[in-house]
């Protein structure tokens, strides 16, 4: 579990959002909704939208 809060937090400080749940939290799919668009928020406001080369699809990263 600790490595991978370290994970999530190297994440973050690129300004990719990080949304996290857990199998429990899937009864419930207003959870994970909730934290997915939370997490949208977080993400837009901290960096701006940019493309990865690998993949093609809109990340967010710092510049």
């Keep these: 579990m600790r490595l991978e809060k370290l994970r999530e937090d ?3 400080a690129t300004g ?3 949304a996290r749940w857990t199998w429990k939290h899937l009864d419930d799919p207003a959870t ?4 997915v668009r ?6 837009c406001r901290s960096a701006p ?3 990865a080369s690998q ?5 967010r990263r710092r510049h």
């Design 49 to 51: 939208l940019s493309f």
């Design 38 to 43: 939370r997490a949208c928020e977080l993400g």
């Design 16 to 18: 990719v959002a990080v």
């Design 10 to 12: 190297d994440l973050r």
């Design 32 to 35: 994970v909704v909730a934290r």
């Design 55 to 59: 993949t093609g699809s809109p990340v």
